[in-house]
T-cell receptor, first 113, second 110 residues
């Protein structure tokens, strides 16, 4: 499978716990994006990387959210001290440098109890 | 920031054409996209159009762009039950960050 891969697909956690999601982009894509989608809404942009550089992070929802892409390949999105309002689908997408095609993974669904 | 609006719901009969409409506010978007999402799944890229184009056709899909009115539409010819899903339009900005509409739920009746 050469598409965007996300793990885990579903995470159930208790309020206050930390969670981490991983995204493996399409191998030749150097741009990687994180979005959040709540029920009945369109995806909402969170942050993006070009190679290992995080070029936009002002839309991360709070300082409890952080993302890394240490070697310019896979990326992780961490949510610390989860709250029930963090329950959502977290989507990763990748793209080549030039604008155009942007491909999404299947998403990681977070449920905070 | 950009605002993207879509109607919530569309119902058509199998074999008819479906037209899903979208309006956006950011005239600097260079690409406009249509994605399809089935229940519990991620977003599938259907097609996209460069902002200097008026129309793009890809098999059963036709995208029309009216840049003056900032209006985008997706026409699905010969709609099938397998086309039932939520359809999202999106516009890009610098860095190719996309702003999505709220989605249009397409229901295809046999």
């Amino acid at each position: 499978d050469t598409g965007v891969s996300q793990n885990p697909r579903h995470k159930i956690t208790k309020r206050g716990q930390n969670v981490t999601f991983r995204c493996d982009p399409i191998s030749e894509h150097n741009r990687l994006y994180w979005y959040r989608q709540t029920l009945g809404q369109g995806p909402e942009f969170l942050t993006y990387f070009q190679n290992e550089a995080q070029l936009e992070k002002s839309r991360l929802l709070s300082d409890r959210f952080s993302a890394e892409r240490p070697k310019g390949s896979f990326s992780t999105l961490e949510i610390q001290r989860t709250e029930q309002g963090d329950s959502a689908m977290y989507l990763c997408a990748s793209a080549p440098t030039q604008p155009g095609e942007l491909f999404f993974g299947e998403g990681s669904r977070l449920t905070v109890l | 920031g950009e605002d993207v609006e879509q109607s919530l719901f569309l119902s058509v009969r199998e074999g008819d054409s479906s037209v899903i409409n979208c309006t956006y506010t950011d005239s600097s978007s260079t690409y406009l996209y249509w994605y399809k999402q089935e229940p519990g799944a991620g977003l599938q890229l259907l097609t996209y159009i460069f902002s200097n184009m008026d129309m793009k056709q890809d098999q059963r899909l036709t995208v029309l762009l009216n840049k003056k009115d900032k209006h985008l539409s997706l026409r699905i010819a010969d709609t099938q039950t397998g086309d039932s899903a939520i359809y999202f339009c999106a516009g890009n900005n610098a860095g190719n960050m996309l702003t999505f509409g709220g989605g249009t739920r397409l229901m295809v009746k046999p």
